[in-house]
């Protein structure tokens, strides 16, 4: 791959029943799917234009068809294994220097927060976007040496303790920086639950 910034949008096929489980819990699975489907295209549709980096799309399942996703945008499997194994696949594949992962379910999402997020690359090996609840909704790597044994193994997904899980796994010596607070959706409470109306952004 050339030597330049990508983004990784990294997202699921709005498969009925699959896609924001838990929100589905509470407005149903038809409801979730299309808020999921609202959250992909907002994403493709703030990052993938911007010049400044190319894009990738990893998606799970890799052999589902959407016929929303952008054609010309380069498909990536996400790879066998939990969350962590498979993110850092993604990134290891694409980071030439750097690549940033994002998830789709942050409606805060913008080009000018990934900005940041690569000029803290500038400076670091790792760098993280916080989420309120405890997780994140960004990492990045820029490829200085090999990828840490054992970073994102050992992870409570899920839980408040995802990002402090996570940067302890790189060791002492790479935890990463923090950028841009922005919360993700994962539930109809709180000021993100209606993505036609963004919530604002913690800084």
Known sequence: MRRRNTVIIFTRLPVLGTVKTRIARQIGAVAARTLHRRLVRRTLRRLAPDRRWRTVLAVTPERGRWREWPHALPRLSQGPGDLGRRMGHCLRACAGPRAVLVGTDIPDISAAAVARAFRALGRARFV?????????????????GAWPRGALGQVRWS????????????????????????DDLDTVEGPSAHPSQPSATKG
């Open 128 to 144: 993280f976007g916080p989420a309120r609840d405890g997780g994140y909704w960004l990492i990045g790597w820029r490829r200085l």
């Open 159 to 182: 839980t408040p303790h995802a990002l402090a899980d996570s940067r302890a796994s790189l060791g002492p010596r790479c935890a990463g920086v923090l950028v841009d607070w922005l």
